[in-house]
């Protein structure tokens, strides 16, 4: 039967009890509607012949008993209705009018059509009647989804067409005959040329053709509109559509609001979360409570700080999509296993996310296995990949040995001498030899042997990736003719090409040379202390009469290029630049 709005008017004389109720549904086009509630409460009267019945100024006395009464009824909009507690109260009883005049028992209605209640002491089939139309209707209402799987079989017929025409353009319609498709051609093409403007061709649709059933309006502009609301450029649009396609039925408020809330509270800036979902925009598809949730728990617990958990998630969002005990459990146990402190093993990865990122057997594990074989010492693999952490990563399958097979031929070294260079400088197997054997022949050209020049790089290989221009030819014109020095001198002191020429050597030999000062010293003497221990040496007041050897990785010391390194190092911070390259 059709529902019919009822209302009811307390008599005075009855003391009866008042209720007003709303039920209004999306096909009812009646026009006697009251509106004059203070709290939106809107009363409609689908019966025809009773509403003509009433008189003007009845009704106006309805309108004003009815607001007094609503706002008395107020309270039920703020708090959730208790079913069992409505269900023991006494039934209301119909005035005299509204038996009088026939009409239906009275209703009331949550605005968010959760819980409905009849409250009627009507028996028998008009009651049970009104309660089996009422709950019928969903419970919960939510935006209609507008594509589905078809049992109609008219809905098929009537796609044909829009098959025809997308086959017609190059779509494949293999997964489209099971699911709604309008039935006017005229609306796919609407939809499949704004999904072009957009940025998918056709390659891309039929990688994701179910894309072809969301409404341009309903689905697609509301979720463009939020994302260029986020900052998202147009190409990047486009992207983040040909990378994930679902993302045009998704719902903003149940699908796409929560990540954005979840990723801001793991301290990743707004302005970062373009990019974020750009590289890695399988996080819309996540629960923020499974994966993402735990791989943070995870790498916080091992000792990653709280403060960079942000950065390490803006540079390397896979991590989320992680779990944490088939991935990245085992590779960290294995990198302590190498002999990395867990400390520094949570600071690789605070600085470096992207090796949780490197398979564990076919490249983690097979890479230190090639180094143990071209003669990398095992206990220095926890030095090497502390200071070069992509080591892990890199294809060296080939490259190591090809590398170490060039240095022995070229610049005449023992195993031990190529092995100890990597060990120094692990990026020197990635060097390219024609970089390498340019800077070998200058070095030939200022009349070095290929022995001098091997026993340069064994003990400085960072001179394999130091600019001719810049540093090279610089420095060592300085030394021969401002210091007055022979060329040979940098061959028991290599190191001499890591360092500033303006912000080192020139103002520690000025220093040297100034006043009655004429100190015969070697290059180690001069340059490798700090300014501090420099001016105690001019003094003669320092302790210190041996050459300082060169830093080295301690286990669980400092990492190399950490902010904290102090100013006044024993070697200069381009060798750590360069070595970074």
Known sequence: MDRNLSESFGNDDENDNISVGLDKTESETDDDVVTDMSDSVEIEDTDEDTSVGLCEAEGDKVSSIASSKARDLSHLKKSPYDRSRLDRRPPVRPSKKERSAGLSPRT????????????????????????????????????????????????????REVIKYLETEGIDTNMLKQIELPTAVEVMQTRLGFLRKIGLDNEAINNYPLVLGCSVYKNMVP?????????????????????????????????????????????????????????????????????????????????????????????????????????IKPKFDYLMSLGIPQTIVARIIERRPYILGYHLESRMQSNVNHLLEIGVRKEAIPGMIAQFPDILGRILSVSAKDHASWFKDKLMLETDKVAGMIEKMPQVILIPTEMALERIRF???????????????????????????????????????????????????????????????????????????????????????????????????????????????????????????????????????????
């Open 108 to 159: 009331i209605r949550d605005d968010d059509s959760d819980d409905i209640e009849i409250e009627s002491d009507l028996e028998g089939e008009l009651q049970e009647e009104i309660k089996r139309e009422m709950e019928a209707e969903p419970k919960f209402r939510r935006p209609s989804v507008t594509w589905g799987i078809l049992l109609s079989k008219e809905h098929r017929e009537a796609a």
């Open 223 to 327: 979720v463009l509109k939020y994302l260029k609301k986020l900052g998202f450029p147009q190409h990047w649009v486009s992207i983040l559509v040909r990378k994930y396609p679902m993302i045009l039925h998704a719902s903003v408020v149940i699908d796409i609001l929560p990540v954005i809330y979840f990723l801001r509270g793991l301290d990743i800036d707004l302005v970062d979360i373009p990019r974020v979902l750009t590289r890695y925009p399988d996080l819309l598809g996540f629960k923020t409570e499974g994966t993402m949730s735990t791989s943070v728990a995870y790498l916080v617990s091992v000792g990653v700080g709280v403060r960079h958990v942000g950065y390490m998630l803006t540079e390397y969002p896979e991590i989320l999509g992680m779990r944490v005990a088939t991935v």
């Open 443 to 581: 070095l030939k050209s200022q009349h070095f042997t290929t022995a001098d020049i091997g026993q340069m790089v064994s003990q400085c290989p960072q001179i394999l990736i130091s600019s001719i221009f810049s540093t090279l030819r610089p420095n060592l014109n300085f030394l021969t003719s401002e210091m007055k020095r022979l060329h040979t001198d940098v061959v028991d002191f290599p190191e001499y090409f890591t360092y500033s020429l303006e912000g080192r050597i020139k103002p520690r030999f000025r220093a040297l040379t100034n006043g009655d000062r004429d100190l015969n010293c070697s290059l180690d003497w001069l340059l490798n202390c700090s300014d501090l221990e420099f001016e105690k040496r001019l003094d003669g007041r320092s302790d210190v009469v041996d050459e300082m050897v060169g830093p080295s990785f301690i286990m669980g010391g400092q990492l190399p290029g950490k902010p904290e390194k102090a100013k006044d190092e024993s070697h200069s911070s381009e060798a750590y630049e360069a070595a970074a390259l």
